[in-house]
T-cell receptor
Framework: GAGVSQSPSNKVTEKGKDVELRCDPI?????LYWYRQRLGQGLEFLIY????????KSGLPSDRFSAERTGESVSTLTIQRTQQEDSAVYLC??????????????FGEGSRLTVL | SQKIEQNSEALNIQEGKTATLTCNYT??????LQWYRQDPGRGPVFLLLIRENEKEKRKERLKVTFDTTLKQSLFHITASQPADSATYLC??????????FGAGTTVTVRA
């Protein structure tokens, strides 16, 4: 597809279960971000991948959160032992980074996670 | 610490009027600043990018200014329409090349 694709669009899980969220960036985009957006709030940075560089994981809220990216392709965000405070929309964005600078971001529609 | 602050209050305006949104930042030295629009239940969509050496940028009914001395950007929607109702986010890149967003300002345009 032409845009950033995220799946699942909605996920309801029980507290304590693990979840995996997937992001397919735009082909050729070297930069990939994950953000979290709680209801009525702004975007909270989670993790940033840029090409083959080590990812910037400084925004991950706890060691229950991890993310991987296969080359410059698909990324997976995994949340282990989910808690109710993990309920949010998880947004993925990709960018055709020019030089060392990130250009405009193209966002997916997000994965809405509800932890019961 | 680095901060990006946008109008905390929602903006309600009459159709045809100009909406002005503010983005103030602290402890950033951005080469550029971006504005995005977010509709309910959707991902943000890029609107405009303004560089540090540009004072003003326009796109259709949108106008953005960037004052690096005041550390502020203003975002104007002129001749506003109900379809402009959305949340508008400003975004800055820090020295770590990570793009951070303000909390957003929600604009409602009344017909």
């Amino acid at each position: 597809g032409a845009g950033v694709s995220q799946s699942p669009s909605n996920k309801v899980t029980e507290k304590g279960k693990d979840v995996e969220l997937r992001c397919d960036p735009i082909s050729g985009h070297t930069a990939l971000y994950w953000y979290r957006q709680r209801l009525g709030q702004g975007l909270e940075f989670l993790i940033y991948f840029q090409g083959n560089s080590a990812p910037d994981k400084s925004g991950l809220p706890s060691d229950r959160f991890s993310a991987e990216r296969t080359g410059e392709s698909v990324s997976t965000l995994t949340i282990q032992r989910t808690q109710q405070e993990d309920s949010a929309v998880y947004l993925c964005a990709s960018s055709l980074a020019g030089g060392f600078r990130t250009g405009e971001l193209f966002f997916g529609e997000g994965s809405r996670l509800t932890v019961l | 610490s680095q901060k990006i602050e946008q109008n905390s209050e929602a903006l309600n305006i009459q159709e045809g009027k100009t909406a002005t949104l503010t983005c103030n930042y602290t402890n950033y030295s951005p080469a550029y600043l971006q504005w995005y629009r977010q509709d309910p239940g959707r991902g943000p969509v890029f609107l405009l990018l303004i560089r540090e050496n540009e004072k003003e940028k326009r796109k259709e009914r949108l106008k953005v200014t960037f004052d690096t001395t005041l550390k502020q950007s203003l975002f104007h929607i002129t001749a506003s329409q109900p379809a402009d109702s959305a949340t508008y986010l400003c975004a800055l890149e820090g020295n770590d090349y990570k793009l951070s967003f303000g909390a957003g300002t929600t604009v409602t345009v009344r017909a």
